[in-house]
Structure formats: structure tokens, C-alpha cells
């Protein structure tokens, strides 16, 4: 179902994409069919892309921020930080026996010395039975090459020291530059560099003896004098370019750049920054490696293919690096293009190793260049790999390569994991595809049988021709997958990367333990040629530390919901893990990204908590219509994958005409948006009004406008736009009184037609306008209302001349919410819509008390809640009223009320909260909060009096004569208003109704 979502989502109709399966059981290259992959494990061909081009065969920052939780000394150990870094100081003192000289001549072009000793100690209790180095001075340029003999000492082999450290001084060039790695263990290290630092003396009291050299004792000391100075003083490794064609100088470009783009990646120290930089781009600059005059095509192709996939790897690490120069970065990648043209032509079409060793770099370099159809391709190519399969895990191309037939099957494997490994870094969790039940593991099981019995693949073998490898020896070599190089250099290294995603029960992680006669933790890092890379360094997790992290990862909610534009996912994305056993694990970082679609996450990573659960919500961007894809995933486990689509923001408004008075008016306009961040404006006002809460807005808001008094007593008109919403404002005219009679106040449950009448002068304009749509100004002087079919009552309204008549009308199906307020009470079904609102939960769980006064505590809590629509809002912590304590109840409703200049309080420092409110105060508290005036505000009202009782005198004069207009209120009788009277709950609840909850 997933699969099939992802499809349709991505693509209705996948476009056609085939791709050759060749080898059949018999393993001839020949015998081919087409496989369709034009969808491939449910998802459309064209939806693998490029996500993450900053990752090519390891997210970099991810990387980093694992090693940094290791203890330092073991990330130096398994990412090869550069022991000449710091190597200042002074080194433990050495001693030699029987140390001897011999020179010898190179015929036409250098001079070699080779130095033995058939014993080394150091001053730190380090004792070797041999040691030895050789000192190589090319005639023509003065080079000179130091290369100590370490493969020779067991000791230096088994701590993980390459074959030869050699070190390349010119007295022209600018620093020494040095091919291997020293010993990781202290002692080792300590000795080299003493050697380095003692190396005049050395020679100079050694045994001395030339043959046939012109080279004497007193040149090499000088000239071990200057190398020693040069190398301390700058210990950073270059490599300089080739350009003469030398295979050999190619490799050894080839292993630099496996062993410090690795360190560049997990530590990125300032040794591997400078070694990259300047050795990639003076390669570049040299136009290196394009010319090989003594390799024919296919050798040539391979040798490049050799090099290129280390070099785009560590290229795709540092290509961002501030140190890389626009320049630099140009010309490097022009000439890796170049390359890549000379070497990936013929072997593309390969259906065997050689084709997924091509295809495996151009998957890399395409993540780098964000080529998204070449990127399918190597998805594509990993998907035909293990369509050629057979049952059993081998490979039959491979396999009847006679004595080479396990290291073609390893090297197959190695390249598809390569392609299984980018597919990750970008979000797709391939390391676990499966055809047919034919996966990597399987393929690694096979190569893990076979070095236990090999007679598992002779037959595949012998079916081979002596042609198919270079030698053609019957019996199947496993000399290469028993032990580890000296140099790190071994064939299943590039398992790391498979293994760092998997628990330990995995075959790939057995095959440390089974297959090796040096435990690779002491071998470590392993340069893996499969995958052109330190693979230790590269895909190593700390888990290896730790534990393996193994259980169920599950996603929980929050897929294939709807997500409104500019805002966030109604439901956030939600993820469990649980161990083997089922119980829920706390404190998992689970990393959540963003693969597709425009939208954000506001952190890259979680802890799921005391119950497994991890959550992250997604913002959206603006594309309407979109799609998002986002990957929740912990290392090792299968990723969890969210879609989700992006609705465009749309807006309505709750009503379509305004009426104001001719007088000067305050009103306000709802707009209502389907994202919280959701971002309009309002426009178009004329001179005569005025927009008060401003012109630009998110969400969902209210727009108050005021009017100026209208100076002609004929109507005016005006359209504004908010939203996109065009709304006709219309003002009565000015200097009119106007007598408007009907049409009361509560609509038939079933429907009805209200009339009303307006007498005023002729000559004064006026319009009329109804909201919401269940009302409709029918003629000049009728409204039809529809009737009510909903089991709630509702409410609306009629604006006659800027005078509102509030409506409010039954449901035909509506039932009691309290116990004493029966459908027969008058102030029913504005106490109902109250506690439908979630304003008011009664004085009791059943009751309302409809006939009590409202005191001023209860009456803060009526308006926060109608104003704000919660009881969950920020308030000030110091009280502003003595009498209102951070214990009272009240306290947050009364500070919020008060912090929005709702009231003043009924002294300069009291609120008074257990006064009962009179309907003097409640009229000051209602309008202030509805037109957003603080109590010194001023606001447009009607300056002759509406009742007897309330003159212009009164001081709640202003707030009475406003709430008559608003049509909050007839009064207590016809012709008074009763302002020190108090407010019962049930005025309160028709009074918050009619103010709030009415557009």
C-alpha cells in the first residue's frame, strides 16, 4: 500500500525503462533479457533523486558528530588521523647495532641507500630485532625519498603500519611530501619520528660503503639534516602530480586519497584539509592522469576507474570547503569530467563487475552534480545486480573467473554495496532491497561459504576459460580474504559500510570475527578499493563501541495527511522504537529530513521518550499542491517514510458587505484560513476608512476598520480586499437620525422571512446588509432566513444604517446541556451555544445557575475564553491587582485582561474579583474587549441617549450608546437600561453571544 501511494504520488504514469540482465546460470554475457525498471521496490524510476548532494558516500556533519562522541584516541586510530600533526618536541633517543650503509647505483638516473640495523631500542624500553630504510636521490631533479622498510619488522606490521612510510624531499618544493601512514600505538609512532629526528647521527656513525654510487657519507647527512628540519617544521603530506603516465604513481594518488578524505570526512583535521586541497588541485591544475602511453585502452579505463572513485568521493567531501576557491573548484571539476570521459565509456555497458565499478562512480559523481537521471541509473544498475543473481548469492559472470572467481565475486559485491550505500546517504534505504529473495546478505553469505569451502565454488569456476583471470590455476585463490594487508588495503573492507547498518547476528559483521587471522580492530583503518575509500573511517558507527542497536522501528501517525501551506502538519510525524524484546527504549536519537517537496523540520533530531515515541512536526512550504517526503531514521535500522501533500492556503471571510454608521463607526471583518501561517493582506480602503490593526496578516484574524464621519447625508460606498476576498463596505449618511423597528431577535427553528422598517429624511442614504449566509436581504426592507437543520442554535446578524439587530435562531433537534436551563428558558440557546463554544462549563458539572450574578472573577474568565478561544494563553507573573493573588483561580484570566486594557480594576490597585458586575460594567467590559479600546479609548458612538436611565452624564454613558448600536442590548425595559443593576449569568451568557460568537 505504501509502494503504491509513493507511486501515485510521485508520478500517475511512470514513464518506460528497461535494462539488460545478463549471465544466466551458465554465466555467458550473452545470454540477456530485459528487466523493466520502470518501477523499482514501488517507487517510479524518476523518484530516486538527488536529495542530498552534500553527501556522497557518508553525510559529512552526521559523520563527525559520531566520531566526536568516540574517545579521541580511538577516532584517531580508526580514521588515520595524521600522526605528523604535532610532532614537535623532543623525541625519545635511539640506539642501532651493527648498523650499515650500502650505496648502490641506478644505472642513468639515481642513487640508493639502504640502511639495515639488526637492532633498534629507544630510550622509552621499545626494543625491534631489525629496522631499516632507504634513502633514494634521483639525479635529475635532487629528489630525494626516504622510505622505511616496515613491512620487513612484524611487530610494525601487526600494529597496522603500511608496507613503506615513504617521505619525498626536493630542496625546490615547498614541503615534504609523504605516501603511507606511521603506527597508531604511541611507542611505534614515537619511534619513527625519533628516527626522523636522530637521522644525521645515525648515518653519521654508520658503516658506510658505496658501490659503484658517486653519492658519499657527507652528502646524506646534509641532506638527512635538511629533510629532518623540512619535516618538522612542516609535517602536512602532499602528493605531487604525475603527469608521465606511471601506473604506479596513480595508485599510490589513488590510496592518498582513500586515507585522507576519510580523515577529512570524520575529523577534518587541518593535516587532511591541506593534503586534499593542495594535492587534488595541483592534480588538476597538471591536468594529471589524462595521458597513459604504455596501457592499452582497457588497462587505462581500469587504472582511471581505480582512481576516480576514491577521487570523487574525497571530492565530494571537501568540494565545499571554504578553502576551495571558485577557482579551484572549476578547473577540478572540469578535469574530473574529463577523466570521467576518457575512463566510463566501454565499461557502462558491462554486465558484469566492471559495469557496476562504472556505474558506482557515476552514482557519485552525480550526487556531487545534483544529476538526478544518472543517480536512477545507479539505482537502476544495483536493482539489475541483484537480478543477476542466482539462488544462491553468486554471481555467474563472476564466478567462472577459475582461480579469481571468489575475488571477482567479492569485487562485484564491493561495488554493489558502493551503489546500495549513495542510494542511503540520499534517503533510500537500500541495503536491504531484495529481488526474489536474492540480497547483498546473500551475497556475502555466499563469499563467507566459500572461504570455508571452497568446493562451494569450484564447479562455477572450472566453467571458466584460463582467459577470464590472470591466472589459470584450477584451484580457487582465498589467500586475499584471510588476513589483512600491512598497509590496510583489504578486499572486504568495503563491508564496513554494509555492516554499519546492521546488527551483529549479520553475516557481514561474522566475517570480522571468522574470517580474519589479524583482528581487524587492530588492522584498522581498512582502505576498501571497492569502494575507493577509508571504509573504517567512512561507515564505522559508534554502535561498534556500544552495542548494536537492534529492535523494531515503527512509524505510528502522520502519514498522508493534508498539510496547509506555510504551516505545520496537523498531526506530527510520529515514530516508536522497541527493542527485541517489545519493551519501548528511551533516549534513541532518531533523525528526521526532508528528501522531497518544499517544507522544513524545526530541528534535525529527537529522543524518543520513556514510552519509544518520537515526534517531529513539518512546516510546509508555500508550493500549492505539493508533495512532501520525510525520512525518520535511527542507524541501522530500515528507514520510516512520511509523504505528505501541501494544500494551497485558502481563505474565507464572514461576511461579504459591512454596514457602518453614518456617524463614524468601528467594525471588524473575519478572515479564516486553512494554515495558521498562512499570509494575506488587506487593501483598497479609501481615504474616509482606515485599516487599525494594519494591512498584512497570517492565519486566520480580524481586520478592524474605522469609518470618518460621513459628510453628506448620502450613502457611500467602498470595496476592499482581504485575503483575495472582495468586501463592499457601505456608510449611511452623515448628520442622519435613523428609526429602524423590527425584526426582533430570535428567527423560527423552521425558517421565516423578517421584515423591518427605516424612517429617516428622504435624502439620507442607507443600505442593509445580512451575515452569515443563512440570512438573505431579500428587498429593501425583508431578510429571508433558511431554516436550521443543525442540532446546535445559531447566530447572525442584520446591519441596517450601522445599526445591528443580532439574530439568533433554534435547532429543530437541539436537547438541554444543563439540567436547569430547559429548551423553555429565554436565555436557552445562548447558554447552550456558550457551553458549545467551550466559554462556560456551567457553576457545576450539570448546571449553569442561569439566574446568579456574575461576579468580576467569573466575568474575566468569560471574556479570555471568548476572546482567545482557550484557557492556555502567556500572562504576566506579577499580580497587578493586590486583591488578585498568583493562587486565585482568577489570577491568569484577571493579569490577561488586565494586560490586554480590558479593565483598569475598581480601584487603582484592586479588581475587586467577588463584586457582582453591574450592566454599566459589563457594558465597558464588553465593548473595550470587542473593539480592542483601552478604557481611556475612544471610539465612535451615538451622542443622543437611548434610555432614560443613562444620560450623557452617566459615566458608562459611552459604552451603553455603543452597545445599543452593536445590538448587545434592547435594555432592561423598553426605555431604560438598568446600569447599576447586577448581570445575571444568563444576560451574561445572550450579552457574550451577541458580542463574540455572532459575525
Same mark, same amino acid.
Given at each position: 500500500m505504501?509502494?503504491?501511494?509513493?507511486?501515485l504520488?510521485?508520478?500517475?504514469?511512470?514513464?518506460?525503462?528497461?535494462?539488460?540482465?545478463?549471465?544466466?546460470?551458465?554465466?555467458?554475457?550473452?545470454?540477456?533479457?530485459?528487466?523493466?525498471?520502470?518501477?523499482?521496490?514501488?517507487?517510479?524510476?524518476e523518484?530516486?533523486r538527488?536529495?542530498?548532494?552534500? /553527501?556522497?558516500?557518508?553525510?559529512?556533519?552526521?559523520?563527525?558528530?559520531?566520531i566526536?562522541?568516540? !574517545?579521541?584516541?580511538?577516532s584517531?586510530?580508526?580514521c588515520?588521523?595524521?600522526?605528523?600533526?604535532?610532532?614537535?618536541?623532543?623525541?625519545?633517543?635511539?640506539?642501532?647495532?651493527?648498523?650499515?650503509?650500502?650505496?648502490?647505483?641506478v644505472?642513468?638516473?639515481?642513487d640508493?641507500?639502504?640502511?639495515?640495523?639488526?637492532?633498534i631500542?629507544?630510550?622509552?624500553?621499545?626494543?625491534?630485532?631489525?629496522?631499516?630504510f632507504?634513502?633514494r636521490?634521483?639525479?635529475?631533479?635532487?629528489?630525494?625519498?626516504?622510505?622505511?622498510?616496515?613491512?620487513?619488522?612484524?611487530?610494525?606490521?601487526?600494529?597496522?603500519?603500511?608496507?613503506?612510510?615513504?617521505?619525498?624531499?626536493?630542496?625546490?618544493?615547498?614541503? *615534504?611530501?609523504?605516501?603511507?601512514?606511521?603506527?597508531?600505538?604511541?611507542?611505534?609512532?614515537?619511534?619513527?619520528?625519533?628516527?626522523?629526528?636522530n637521522?644525521?647521527?645515525?648515518?653519521?656513525?654508520?658503516?658506510?660503503?658505496?658501490?659503484g654510487?658517486?653519492w658519499?657519507?657527507?652528502?646524506? *647527512?646534509?641532506?638527512?639534516t635538511l629533510?629532518?628540519?623540512?619535516?618538522?617544521?612542516?609535517?602536512?603530506?602532499?602528493?605531487?602530480?604525475?603527469t608521465?603516465?606511471?601506473?604506479? $604513481?596513480?595508485?599510490?594518488?589513488?590510496?592518498?586519497?582513500?586515507?585522507?578524505?576519510?580523515e577529512?570526512?570524520?575529523?577534518?583535521?587541518?593535516?587532511?584539509?591541506?593534503?586534499?586541497?593542495?594535492?587534488?588541485t595541483?592534480?588538476?591544475?597538471?591536468?594529471?592522469?589524462?595521458?597513459?602511453?604504455?596501457?592499452?585502452?582497457?588497462?587505462?579505463?581500469?587504472?582511471?576507474?581505480?582512481?576516480?572513485k576514491?577521487?570523487?568521493? $574525497?571530492?565530494?567531501?571537501?568540494?565545499n570547503?571554504?578553502? *576551495?576557491?571558485?577557482f579551484?573548484?572549476?578547473?577540478?571539476?572540469?578535469?574530473?569530467?574529463?577523466?570521467m570521459? &576518457?575512463?566510463?565509456?566501454?565499461?557502462?555497458?558491462?554486465?558484469?563487475?566492471?559495469?557496476?565499478?562504472a556505474?558506482?562512480?557515476?552514482?557519485?559523481w552525480a550526487?556531487?552534480?545534483?544529476?538526478?537521471?544518472?543517480?536512477?541509473l545507479?539505482?537502476?544498475?544495483?536493482?539489475?545486480?541483484?537480478?543477476?543473481?542466482?539462488?544462491?548469492?553468486? %554471481?555467474?559472470?563472476?564466478?567462472?573467473?577459475?582461480?579469481?572467481?571468489?575475488?571477482?565475486q567479492n569485487?562485484?559485491?564491493?561495488?554493489l #554495496?558502493?551503489?546500495?550505500?549513495?542510494?542511503?546517504?540520499?534517503?533510500?534505504?537500500?541495503?536491504?532491497?531484495?529481488?526474489?529473495?536474492?540480497?547483498?546478505?546473500?551475497?556475502?553469505?555466499?563469499?563467507?561459504?566459500?572461504?570455508?569451502?571452497?568446493s562451494?565454488?569450484?564447479?562455477?569456476?572450472?566453467?571458466?576459460?584460463?582467459?577470464?583471470?590472470?591466472?589459470?590455476?584450477?584451484? &580457487?585463490?582465498?589467500?586475499s580474504?584471510?588476513t589483512?594487508?600491512?598497509?590496510?588495503?583489504?578486499?572486504?573492507?568495503y563491508?564496513?559500510?554494509?555492516?554499519?547498518?546492521?546488527?551483529f547476528?549479520?553475516?557481514? #559483521?561474522?566475517?570480522?570475527?571468522?574470517?580474519?587471522?589479524v583482528?581487524?580492530?587492530?588492522?584498522?583503518?581498512?582502505?576498501?578499493?571497492?569502494?575507493? +575509500?577509508?571504509?573504517?573511517?567512512l561507515?564505522?558507527?559508534?554502535?561498534?563501541?556500544?552495542?548494536?542497536?537492534?529492535?523494531?522501528f515503527?512509524?505510528?501517525?502522520?502519514?498522508?495527511q493534508?498539510?496547509?501551506?506555510?504551516?505545520?502538519?496537523?498531526?506530527?510525524?510520529?515514530v516508536?522504537?522497541?527493542?527485541?524484546?517489545?519493551?519501548p527504549?528511551?533516549?534513541?536519537?532518531?533523525?528526521?529530513?526532508? #528528501? !522531497?517537496?518544499?517544507?522544513?523540520?524545526?530541528?534535525?533530531?529527537?529522543?524518543?521518550?520513556?514510552?519509544g515515541?518520537?515526534?517531529?512536526?513539518v512546516? $510546509?512550504?508555500?508550493?500549492?499542491?505539493?508533495?512532501?517526503?520525510v525520512?525518520?531514521?535511527?542507524?541501522?535500522?530500515?528507514?520510516?517514510?512520511?509523504?505528505?501533500?501541501?494544500?494551497?492556503?485558502?481563505?474565507?471571510a464572514?461576511?461579504?458587505?459591512?454596514?457602518?454608521?453614518?456617524?463614524?463607526?468601528?467594525?471588524?471583518?473575519g478572515?479564516?484560513?486553512n494554515?495558521s501561517?498562512?499570509?494575506?493582506?488587506?487593501?483598497?480602503?479609501?481615504?474616509?476608512?482606515?485599516?487599525?490593526?494594519?494591512?498584512?496578516?497570517?492565519?486566520?484574524?480580524? &481586520?478592524?476598520?474605522?469609518a470618518?464621519p460621513?459628510?453628506q447625508?448620502?450613502?457611500?460606498?467602498a470595496?476592499?480586499?482581504?485575503?483575495g476576498?472582495?468586501?463592499? &463596505?457601505?456608510?449611511?449618511?452623515?448628520?442622519?437620525?435613523?428609526?429602524?423597528?423590527?425584526?426582533g431577535?430570535v428567527?423560527?427553528?423552521?425558517?421565516?422571512?423578517?421584515?423591518?422598517?427605516v424612517?429617516? !429624511?428622504?435624502?439620507?442614504?442607507?443600505?442593509?446588509? /445580512?451575515?452569515?449566509?443563512?440570512?438573505?436581504i431579500?428587498?429593501?426592507?425583508?431578510v429571508?432566513?433558511?431554516?436550521n437543520?443543525?442540532?446546535?442554535?445559531?447566530?447572525?446578524?442584520?446591519?441596517?444604517?450601522?445599526?445591528?439587530?443580532?439574530?439568533i435562531?433554534?435547532?429543530?433537534?437541539?436537547?438541554?446541556?444543563?439540567?436547569?436551563?430547559? $429548551?423553555?428558558?429565554?436565555?436557552?440557546?445562548?447558554?447552550?451555544?456558550?457551553k458549545?463554544?467551550?466559554?462556560?462549563?456551567?457553576?457545576? /458539572?450539570?448546571?449553569?445557575?442561569?439566574?446568579? /450574578?456574575?461576579?468580576r472573577?467569573?466575568?474575566?474568565v468569560?471574556? *479570555?475564553?471568548?476572546?482567545?478561544g482557550?484557557?492556555?494563553?502567556?500572562y504576566?507573573s506579577?499580580? %497587578?491587582?493586590t486583591d488578585?493573588?498568583?493562587?486565585?483561580?482568577?489570577?491568569?484570566?484577571?493579569?490577561?485582561?488586565?494586560?490586554?486594557?480590558?479593565?483598569?480594576?475598581?480601584?487603582t490597585?484592586?479588581?475587586?474579583?467577588?463584586?457582582?458586575v453591574?450592566r454599566?460594567?459589563?457594558?465597558?467590559?464588553?465593548?473595550?474587549?470587542?473593539?480592542?479600546v483601552?478604557? +481611556?479609548?475612544?471610539?465612535?458612538?451615538?451622542?443622543?441617549?437611548?434610555?432614560?436611565?443613562?444620560?450623557?452624564?452617566?459615566?458608562?454613558?459611552?459604552?451603553?450608546q455603543?452597545?445599543?448600536?452593536?445590538?448587545i442590548?434592547?435594555g432592561?425595559?423598553t426605555?431604560a437600561?438598568?446600569?447599576?443593576?447586577?448581570?445575571?449569568?444568563?444576560?451574561?451568557?445572550?450579552?457574550?453571544v451577541?458580542?463574540?460568537?455572532?459575525?
Amino acid at each position: 500500500m505504501i509502494a503504491l501511494l509513493a507511486a501515485l504520488l510521485f508520478s500517475p504514469a511512470p514513464a518506460q525503462h528497461t535494462a539488460a540482465v545478463c549471465g544466466g546460470d551458465n554465466g555467458d554475457p550473452l545470454n540477456c533479457y530485459n528487466l523493466d525498471t520502470s518501477i523499482i521496490v514501488g517507487r517510479p524510476f524518476e523518484a530516486y533523486r538527488v536529495t542530498n548532494p552534500g /553527501a556522497v558516500l557518508t553525510d559529512p556533519v552526521y559523520r563527525r558528530t559520531l566520531i566526536a562522541a568516540l !574517545d579521541k584516541q580511538d577516532s584517531q586510530r580508526i580514521c588515520g588521523a595524521n600522526p605528523f600533526a604535532g610532532v614537535g618536541g623532543l623525541q625519545p633517543s635511539v640506539t642501532l647495532k651493527n648498523v650499515a650503509i650500502r650505496a648502490t647505483e641506478v644505472p642513468g638516473s639515481a642513487d640508493v641507500a639502504t640502511l639495515s640495523s639488526g637492532e633498534i631500542a629507544t630510550s622509552d624500553a621499545l626494543i625491534l630485532g631489525y629496522f631499516g630504510f632507504q634513502f633514494r636521490r634521483d639525479r635529475a631533479s635532487q629528489t630525494l625519498s626516504i622510505n622505511f622498510l616496515a613491512a620487513d619488522v612484524p611487530e610494525l606490521r601487526n600494529a597496522g603500519l603500511t608496507p613503506g612510510v615513504k617521505f619525498t624531499y626536493s630542496p625546490a618544493a615547498t614541503r *615534504i611530501l609523504a605516501e603511507g601512514y606511521l603506527p597508531y600505538e604511541r611507542k611505534y609512532r614515537r619511534l619513527f619520528l625519533s628516527v626522523i629526528q636522530n637521522l644525521p647521527a645515525i648515518l653519521a656513525n654508520s658503516n658506510f660503503t658505496a658501490q659503484g654510487s658517486t653519492w658519499s657519507q657527507s652528502e646524506l *647527512i646534509a641532506q638527512a639534516t635538511l629533510f629532518r628540519d623540512r619535516f618538522f617544521a612542516d609535517p602536512t603530506p602532499i602528493l605531487a602530480p604525475d603527469t608521465t603516465g606511471d601506473a604506479s $604513481a596513480a595508485l599510490e594518488f589513488a590510496d592518498f586519497l582513500m586515507r585522507y578524505g576519510a580523515e577529512y570526512t570524520a575529523l577534518r583535521t587541518a593535516n587532511a584539509t591541506t593534503a586534499l586541497t593542495a594535492t587534488i588541485t595541483s592534480w588538476a591544475r597538471a591536468g594529471a592522469l589524462l595521458s597513459f602511453p604504455n596501457l592499452d585502452p582497457a588497462s587505462r579505463d581500469l587504472l582511471l576507474m581505480q582512481v576516480l572513485k576514491p577521487l570523487v568521493i $574525497a571530492w565530494g567531501a571537501i568540494r565545499n570547503d571554504p578553502v *576551495i576557491t571558485a577557482f579551484d573548484r572549476q578547473a577540478v571539476e572540469a578535469w574530473i569530467g574529463n577523466l570521467m570521459a &576518457v575512463a566510463l565509456s566501454a565499461p557502462l555497458q558491462s554486465p558484469d563487475s566492471s559495469g557496476y565499478f562504472a556505474e558506482s562512480i557515476r552514482m557519485a559523481w552525480a550526487i556531487i552534480m545534483q544529476d538526478h537521471a544518472t543517480f536512477a541509473l545507479g539505482v537502476q544498475r544495483l536493482w539489475v545486480g541483484l537480478n543477476q543473481m542466482r539462488g544462491d548469492g553468486s %554471481f555467474p559472470i563472476e564466478t567462472r573467473r577459475r582461480a579469481c572467481a571468489l575475488r571477482y565475486q567479492n569485487v562485484a559485491t564491493g561495488h554493489l #554495496v558502493t551503489l546500495a550505500e549513495l542510494a542511503t546517504t540520499q534517503g533510500y534505504d537500500l541495503m536491504s532491497l531484495s529481488s526474489y529473495g536474492k540480497d547483498l546478505t546473500l551475497a556475502i553469505q555466499f563469499i563467507l561459504d566459500s572461504i570455508a569451502d571452497s568446493s562451494r565454488l569450484q564447479n562455477y569456476a572450472n566453467a571458466g576459460s584460463p582467459q577470464e583471470c590472470e591466472s589459470s590455476a584450477a584451484t &580457487v585463490d582465498l589467500s586475499s580474504f584471510t588476513t589483512a594487508s600491512p598497509n590496510g588495503t583489504y578486499l572486504g573492507a568495503y563491508m564496513e559500510h554494509y555492516a554499519a547498518r546492521l546488527p551483529f547476528a549479520n553475516p557481514a #559483521v561474522v566475517w570480522r570475527n571468522r574470517t580474519l587471522n589479524v583482528p581487524l580492530a587492530d588492522a584498522r583503518p581498512l582502505l576498501s578499493p571497492a569502494t575507493g +575509500a577509508n571504509a573504517t573511517c567512512l561507515s564505522m558507527l559508534a554502535m561498534e563501541f556500544t552495542g548494536a542497536l537492534s529492535g523494531q522501528f515503527a512509524k505510528i501517525a502522520g502519514d498522508n495527511q493534508d498539510v496547509p501551506a506555510y504551516s505545520s502538519t496537523p498531526i506530527p510525524l510520529t515514530v516508536q522504537f522497541r527493542d527485541r524484546f517489545n519493551n519501548p527504549v528511551a533516549g534513541v536519537v532518531v533523525r528526521f529530513r526532508v #528528501v !522531497d517537496g518544499n517544507a522544513a523540520v524545526p530541528r534535525p533530531t529527537t529522543l524518543t521518550d520513556s514510552n519509544g515515541f518520537a515526534s517531529m512536526p513539518v512546516t $510546509a512550504g508555500p508550493a500549492p499542491g505539493g508533495y512532501i517526503i520525510v525520512f525518520a531514521q535511527i542507524d541501522g535500522l530500515p528507514v520510516q517514510e512520511f509523504h505528505l501533500n501541501t494544500v494551497a492556503c485558502a481563505y474565507t471571510a464572514n461576511r461579504a458587505k459591512l454596514t457602518l454608521a453614518g456617524g463614524g463607526d468601528l467594525a471588524g471583518i473575519g478572515i479564516a484560513a486553512n494554515g495558521s501561517a498562512c499570509p494575506w493582506t488587506a487593501s483598497g480602503a479609501p481615504s474616509w476608512l482606515h485599516f487599525l490593526t494594519g494591512t498584512s496578516y497570517t492565519g486566520g484574524s480580524t &481586520v478592524r476598520v474605522q469609518a470618518d464621519p460621513n459628510p453628506q447625508q448620502s450613502l457611500r460606498t467602498a470595496s476592499i480586499t482581504l485575503a483575495g476576498i472582495p468586501i463592499t &463596505v457601505s456608510q449611511s449618511g452623515g448628520g442622519c437620525s435613523y428609526s429602524i423597528m423590527g425584526p426582533g431577535s430570535v428567527v423560527n427553528a423552521a425558517g421565516a422571512t423578517l421584515a423591518f422598517t427605516v424612517a429617516t !429624511d428622504p435624502a439620507c442614504g442607507w443600505s442593509a446588509s /445580512a451575515a452569515p449566509d443563512w440570512l438573505t436581504i431579500a428587498s429593501p426592507s425583508t431578510v429571508t432566513a433558511a431554516a436550521n437543520t443543525g442540532s446546535s442554535p445559531r447566530t447572525g446578524s442584520i446591519n441596517v444604517a450601522g445599526f445591528i439587530t443580532p439574530l439568533i435562531q433554534p435547532s429543530l433537534t437541539g436537547a438541554p446541556v444543563f439540567t436547569d436551563v430547559p $429548551a423553555t428558558h429565554p436565555f436557552y440557546d445562548y447558554i447552550t451555544l456558550l457551553k458549545q463554544s467551550r466559554i462556560t462549563a456551567g457553576c457545576t /458539572a450539570s448546571t449553569y445557575c442561569p439566574d446568579d /450574578a456574575t461576579t468580576r472573577g467569573q466575568m474575566a474568565v468569560f471574556l *479570555i475564553r471568548a476572546l482567545l478561544g482557550t484557557d492556555t494563553f502567556p500572562y504576566p507573573s506579577t499580580p %497587578f491587582f493586590t486583591d488578585v493573588l498568583p493562587s486565585d483561580a482568577f489570577f491568569p484570566y484577571i493579569q490577561k485582561l488586565r494586560d490586554l486594557g480590558v479593565t483598569g480594576g475598581c480601584a487603582t490597585s484592586r479588581y475587586c474579583p467577588d463584586d457582582p458586575v453591574t450592566r454599566g460594567q459589563m457594558a465597558a467590559f464588553l465593548v473595550r474587549a470587542r473593539l480592542s479600546v483601552a478604557p +481611556a479609548g475612544a471610539f465612535p458612538f451615538v451622542l443622543a441617549p437611548y434610555f432614560e436611565d443613562a444620560p450623557t452624564t452617566h459615566p458608562f454613558f459611552s459604552y451603553i450608546q455603543k452597545m445599543r448600536q452593536l445590538g448587545i442590548t434592547m435594555g432592561c425595559t423598553t426605555a431604560a437600561y438598568c446600569p447599576d443593576a447586577p448581570t445575571t449569568r444568563g444576560q451574561m451568557a445572550a450579552f457574550l453571544v451577541r458580542a463574540f460568537l455572532t459575525p
